[in-house]
């Protein structure tokens, strides 16, 4: 005998797909990386691990229904570490990861069949993603526009331009990265620009401690002996400002 009926199993499983859906809607206009059918579906199959233990453990006397919903917290860390990308100094998806684990903890309070508390918490979740969204960027230029750097501990400040063909264009940000990826150097950006002929221009800005210049030649040589760049050149920053 189970403790659910068909109706009430139904009515679950399709609240926690709408809330789940609810939630990715935002992701998707967002973002794109996870959006209405992926959350639906961590809702929807977290809310299904629950009712499934809920069901096993009815009738066993010291079963604890709740233990399955651990394990959909840990397993769902695997899918959200999926929709973290690393793109050279940037990390986008943290927010659509967290939101992915969010809509796992929805999907289970939908499939325990408290609705009203699995609403609240979408709500919640949307306020969040939406309304702090503005607030963030806000800190975020607040805290770019009365930043200084250091000098005494950054070093000297040099722009590093390479040039190479555009399919080449990541292959080249790594080299430039893994270059400089000493202690003696600060990578503060890495960006890239189209120019004619299929090219790119891979742009560094870095600083680099210590006053022999060794490591910032040997980076420049590791980087000029690259087959796929094309043309390399440097710059003290200070020196043209």
């Known amino acids: 005998m189970s403790p659910l009926d068909t109706l009430d199993f139904v009515a679950r499983v399709l609240a926690a797909l709408a809330l789940g859906a609810g939630i990715g809607l935002e992701r998707q206009w967002r973002s794109g990386l996870a959006g209405i059918r992926t959350n639906a579906l961590v809702s929807g199959g977290s809310a299904l691990f629950v ?38 100094l940037n990390v986008r998806g943290l927010t659509t990861a967290a939101t992915l684990w969010c809509s796992a903890a929805i999907g289970s309070l939908a499939g325990f069949g408290l609705y009203m508390l699995a609403a609240c ?102 980087i000029s002996l690259e087959p796929r760049v094309s043309a390399i050149r440097w710059w003290d920053i200070a020196a043209v400002e």
């Not at 009712?51 to 959200?80: C, H, K």
């Open 51 to 88: 009712m499934l233990g809920e069901i096993g453990a009815f009738g066993l006397p010291g079963a604890d229904p709740t233990r399955i919903a651990a394990q959909v917290v840990s397993g769902i860390g695997f899918l959200g570490a999926g929709v973290i990308l690393r793109e050279g």
């Open 121 to 222: 918490g979408m709500v919640a979740i949307l306020v969040v993603n939406t309304a702090m969204r503005p607030l963030s960027r806000a800190i975020s230029r607040r805290r770019a526009a009365t930043h200084e750097p250091d000098e005494a501990v950054d070093g000297t400040r040099y722009l590093l331009e390479v040039r190479t063909h555009e399919k080449h264009e990541q292959r080249v940000k790594w080299l430039v990265l893994d270059a400089t990826g000493s202690p003696d150097f600060t990578v503060h950006s890495l960006e890239s620009a189209p120019k004619k002929h299929d090219e790119v221009l891979v742009r560094a800005e870095l600083a680099v401690s210590g006053t022999n210049g060794s490591s910032l030649e040997d980076a420049l040589r590791r």
